[in-house]
């Protein structure tokens, strides 16, 4: 069975958007991510941090969804890395309110012994040299590296970022820090770009409006379902880096077609996502679930038309 490293923030969120609001609730990328890839046949384990305020009943989900977390070091005394966001009218655009990297700040990752031969390595939003140094730690060449970041990060850490992005294979990253990242408004100039800067595969996604897949001319588009109800946003993008991931190491394959097919399962995957607030919608998700509106992305897009 094939083994997929995730590494990124366990958190706490508090969220607004039109429909309500929550306190501190459990979120963070490495959160969405393992939630989404535990849909997948593999073996994953979480390398984070959270301070001892954060509930061991966030521990035991993480755990119940056969998630390895020996490699989310509990700071005694320390305060878990706490965001917060506000959604507009439109819930396309959002106010992040604020960023308390918190024991986040002196993070040192350790990778579990027995993931430091992990196949697939999925590089979720965190500190660049936190990434950097989880590459450093692998014992064997993954067959595939992916990097999430955001703007954060390229604000305040872009020498960090642009080095570590020269090591991996696939970056997704939405559409606003493609063109932050390249200083190109078109998304295939952006794209262009970024492949210079490393990665042989760009994704780009846009939200509502489904996700581009680059590699070198090559171009493959997943739509977004439209559905009746979204409710919240957050960890869309990281539940699809979950279940890009987790498809590509479930299927061992990570040549360009079976990406196509891994991008619609992260646009799946995220599509029930905003549904909810925070990772209730993926509490409760079923494989079967999952499964009906895999058909319904096939007939969103299936047409008949001779050439
Ligand atoms: P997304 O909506 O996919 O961009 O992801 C939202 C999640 O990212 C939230 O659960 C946050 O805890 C987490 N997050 C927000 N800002 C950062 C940051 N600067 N670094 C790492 N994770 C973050």
Known sequence: MNKLLIVGTVAF????????????????????????????????????????????????????????????????????????????NDLNSRDTLVTELNVLADFQPKVPQNFKDADIVMLGNLHPL???????????????????????????????????????????????????????????????????????????KKGEH?????????????PALPLEDVFDPTGAGDTFAGGFSGFIAQSENISFGNMKNAIIYGSNLASFCVEKFGTERMQTLSKAEVAIRLQQFKSLTQFDIEI
Request: with cysteine; charged share 25%; hydrophobic share 45%.
């Open 210 to 222: 489904g996700a581009l897949l680059f590699h070198n001319r090559e171009v493959f588009f997943a």
């Open 130 to 204: 936190v990434q950097s140094s989880v590459l450093d730690q692998m014992e064997k060449k993954p067959k595939l590296v992916v990097l999430d970041t955001m703007n954060f990060w390229m604000d305040c850490a872009l020498p960090e970022l642009l080095e570590v992005i020269k090591r991996v294979d696939v970056i997704t990253i939405n559409d606003e820090e493609a063109r932050q990242l390249s200083g190109e408004y078109s998304l295939v100039k952006a794209a262009n770009k970024i492949q210079e800067l490393g990665p042989k595969y760009v994704v780009i």
């Open 13 to 88: 969120d508090a969220i607004e958007t039109p429909f309500g609001k929550t306190d501190k609730i459990l979120g963070g990328a490495a959160t969405y991510i393992g939630l989404s890839a535990s849909f997948f046949n593999l073996q994953s384990a979480i390398v984070s941090v959270v301070g001892d305020d954060f509930p061991q009943e966030h521990l035991d989900l993480l755990t119940s969804k056969n998630i390895d977390i020996s490699g989310i070091e509990i700071v005694k005394g320390g305060k878990t890395f706490f965001w917060s966001g506000l959604y507009h």
